[in-house]
């Protein structure tokens, strides 16, 4: 079992910059394929980016490439989501995920390829 408490969301205007952080406990975190969702008001909740076991690859979304940043320090059991160049639209509950082992998951976008969630912090961009 891994529990995931994400943190550092809130208020900021357009153009600035948050840094979310999602700190694991439980079973090995070190091994697990992680990621980032978000889910706006009234709609889906929606990938953002994903992250392999060792932080050697990637993922985003399109929509968030070039100005969000995935990141994760092992060693302090930790996943970080740095984001720039903040939109209104970017304003949603942004959940830290990750799933039950470190194999590569094709479908990173899907809500199904993850076995563990957080509750969630609030991110909202003002215009």
């Known amino acids: 079992q891994v529990q995931l408490v994400e943190s550092g969301g809130g208020l900021v205007q357009a153009g600035g910059s948050l840094r979310l952080s999602c700190a694991a406990s439980?079973?090995?975190?070190?091994?697990?394929?992680m990621g980032w969702f978000r889910q706006a008001s009234g709609k889906e909740r929606e990938f953002v980016a994903a992250?392999?076991?060792?932080?050697?690859?990637?993922y985003y979304a399109d929509f968030v490439k070039g100005r969000f940043t995935i990141s994760r320090d092992n060693a302090k059991n930790t996943v970080l989501l740095q984001m720039n160049s903040l939109k209104p639209e970017d304003t949603a509950v942004y959940y830290c995920?990750?799933?039950?082992?470190?194999?590569?998951?094709?479908?990173?976008?899907?809500?199904?390829?993850?076995?563990?969630w957080g509750q969630g912090t609030q991110v909202t961009v003002s215009s």
């Open positions: 995920t990750a799933a039950r082992d470190s194999a590569y998951r094709p479908r990173y976008a899907s809500r199904g390829s993850y076995d563990y």
């Open positions: 439980g079973r090995t975190f070190s091994t697990n394929f």
């Open positions: 992250i392999s076991w060792s932080g050697a690859n990637t």
